[in-house]
């Protein structure tokens, strides 16, 4: 796909904030979501997706996105942006809350096409990586790891991440066996993750 024809080059807007389940905008176009622990990079890879600087809001510091995010692309699908999971720092009602609401989100929104799962290339899987593939894989929504913040390996450590989770990824039925890797800092591996989208759209 040229540059110029993808969608991503597009109209892109916020649409809705969400803190609670009420405040969800109801189910229109297909969506895919963005899901991880804190910090690990959701609304920088959702700004380098799409061109933008500050379509999303980032932070050095974990817990900038609070709420869900839902962005429109050219009016023909949505991205929706999550807040982190695993940030110990924020109090446990608070933590509690974030968790329920995307729980809720998750479970049962047919328009939700995928989530990509991300996970900090050089870290791997957390236990709270695992409690969260566990509930996708129980209310069978479709996902995909992506790895990010590539720019900080060095090649040899690029494959070994990616063949331990690809055994990893066997075990769990509803995700896709092939991790994705990406750099939002360094534009890499963006245009995967957008034919992607645009293939599960
Ligand atoms: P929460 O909203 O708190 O859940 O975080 P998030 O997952 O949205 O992370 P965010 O995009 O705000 O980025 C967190 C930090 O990681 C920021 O300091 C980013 O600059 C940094 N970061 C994001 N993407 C990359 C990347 O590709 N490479 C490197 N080296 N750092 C990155
Ligand atoms: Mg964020």
Not at 18 to 37: C, K, Y
């Amino acid at each position: 796909m040229s540059a110029t024809s993808t969608p991503f080059n597009g109209e892109c807007d916020f649409v809705a904030a969400a803190a609670t389940l009420d405040r969800i905008p109801p189910e229109s176009l297909p969506e895919v979501a963005f899901a991880g622990r804190s910090n690990v990079g959701k609304s920088s890879l959702i700004n380098a997706l799409t061109n933008r600087k500050a379509l999303a809001r980032t932070s050095h510091t974990p817990g900038r996105t609070q709420q869900l995010n839902f962005f429109t692309i050219q009016e023909r699908f949505l991205l929706v942006d999550m807040p982190g999971y695993g940030y110990a720092k924020v109090s446990k009602t608070t933590r509690k809350s974030w968790d329920d609401l995307i729980k809720q989100y998750l479970r049962g929104r047919v328009s939700l096409k995928c989530v990509f799962l991300l996970v900090d290339s050089r870290h791997g899987l957390k236990e709270s990586d695992r409690e969260m593939m566990k509930m996708l894989d129980e209310t069978a929504v479709a996902y995909r790891i992506i790895l990010t913040k590539a720019d900080k390996l060095k090649p040899p450590q690029k494959i070994k991440i990616i063949e331990q989770l690809k055994g990893d990824l066997k075990k769990h039925p509803a995700a896709f066996p092939e991790p994705l890797l990406c750099s939002s800092h360094k534009q890499e591996g963006l245009n995967d993750i957008q034919d992607v989208i645009l293939s599960v759209i």
